[in-house]
């Protein structure tokens, strides 16, 4: 990229990879996915208080997820326009408000309504936060992109652990002792929304078209490229949704384990699901965004063939395996769409992040159905071939590796 306006203090700030920055935005992607994670963590607890079945559930999931799916493609053209340094601070506060409300909510409405609200938070979260790891990328944007995700991956994989120790003993009320993990992600955001309006105007994300090899992809090009990468989205995060939504339920009813050991082997697939969003990223710097998606979706495909027939024991095995290996591509995704559309970061962002979360609640409720209406064990059998569909990579153009660029302590 180019500065043509921008001061000269602010290009070397793009040049240098703001490690401290990027481990901060990271800590409070952790503190706001982790209490997001609390909701699917309850479902059990909350599946025997209102007397849910999982058309309902499904529902839940839906109410948060589609509220950050319709607004943060709208969040980030905003910011795009005119940067926000502290509405990751209010994102956070909406967190905070929408767990207090499904502690407290006495009916299925409520609760909705509460999860509903959470999906706003990461509606302003998200965008915001996914620029503010690329600024402080000094180029590494896959690295940048996969430790600030992997922040909320691991936040993800607390939530359900957290649930098993505090929300299942104590009720649905207990969720509330959470909001001191809201309360420190707003100060840590707060630090880091100073840091970034430092750094405004921004480095230079005046580029409109996308360069790959030195040549321009024509309009059509990249918009037949955006397409690609949704459906790879698509087929990523709705196979997610059947694990996230009813992993416990799955282990529960056909293996018989107890609440607590469902939601640890919850917490044991989420972990996985960490450890390969952290490897993706630096892969996709060294050998080329289109090489770990490649790997990352098609290569699940054997072990989500063999997971509705294995035991116990591979059931926690291929879920291990699969975490890490699905979970990889999404950073190289998103800073593919980046590369794509750099002058919208934001908003390439946010439809990112919207589309992997509305993908999540629409697969949640249209799984509950197909629940409903057959068995859990019938979900995972037609979600396995849905790797498949990573196939749709070979149209993805060749993004090579980031430049190298200096490092900060």
């Known amino acids: 990229m180019t500065a043509t306006t921008n001061p000269p203090d602010a290009q070397a700030h793009a040049e240098v990879t703001a490690f401290a920055t990027i481990g901060a935005i990271s800590l409070a992607h952790l503190l706001n996915d982790m209490m997001q994670s609390l909701l699917p963590a309850i479902y059990p607890v909350l599946k025997e208080s209102f007397s849910l079945d999982f058309t309902q559930i499904g529902i839940i999931t839906l109410a948060f997820n589609i509220t950050a799916s319709l607004l943060q493609p709208a969040v980030g053209l905003y ?19 929408g767990l207090l ?3 407290s909510a006495p009916t299925y409405p409520l609760l909705v309504a509460g999860a509903a609200l959470v999906g706003l938070g990461s509606a302003v979260f998200h965008p915001e936060s996914s620029r503010v790891a690329r600024l402080a990328s000094g180029g590494r944007y896959g690295f940048a992109q996969s430790f600030f995700q992997v922040g909320g991956n691991i936040g993800s994989s607390i939530g359900p652990l957290l649930a ?29 929304g100073i840091w970034y309006r430092n750094r405004l105007p921004l480095p230079a994300q005046t580029a409109k078209r996308a360069i790959v090899g030195g040549v321009e992809l024509p309009v059509g090009r990249v918009a037949g490229t955006l397409l690609v990468l949704a459906v790879l989205v698509f087929s990523k995060f709705l196979y997610m949704a059947s694990l996230t939504t009813f992993y ?46 490649w790997v990352s979706i098609l290569g699940a495909l054997p072990f989500t063939l063999l997971l509705p027939y294995a035991n116990l024991f591979w059931t926690v095995a291929l879920t291990i395996v699969i975490g890490v290996v699905l979970s990889s591509a999404f950073s190289a995704i998103v800073v593919m769409g980046h590369a794509l559309l750099p002058g919208r970061i934001g908003m390439v962002s946010g439809l990112f992040f919207g589309f992997a979360f509305g ?11 197909l629940a409903d209406h057959t068995s859990i064990e019938f979900v995972y059998q037609v979600c396995a071939f849905l790797p498949a569909i990573g196939l749709v990579t070979a149209f993805l153009p060749d993004i090579g590796a980031s430049p190298k660029r200096v490092k900060s302590a």
């Not at 699901?273 to 990223?281: D, K, L, N, P, Q």
């Open 248 to 293: 416990t339920f799955y282990v529960i009813e056909r293996f018989g384990v107890d609440v607590q050991t469902a939601q640890i082997m919850l917490f044991v697939f989420l972990a996985a699901v960490a450890a390969g969003t952290f490897i993706g990223g630096p892969m996709g710097d060294r050998y080329g965004r289109k090489v770990v998606i």
């Open 101 to 103: 409300a499904l502690a």
């Open 79 to 97: 910011t795009d326009r005119h940067p926000k340094p502290f509405s990751l601070t209010i994102g956070m506060g909406l967190t905070l408000c």
């Open 359 to 369: 993908m999540s609640g629409i697969g949640a409720a249209a799984l509950g159905v």
């Open 164 to 192: 098993a120790l505090i929300v299942v003993p104590y009720g649905q009320s207990s969720v509330a002792w959470f909001s001191v993990a809201a309360l420190i992600g707003m100060i840590v955001l707060f630090n880091v």
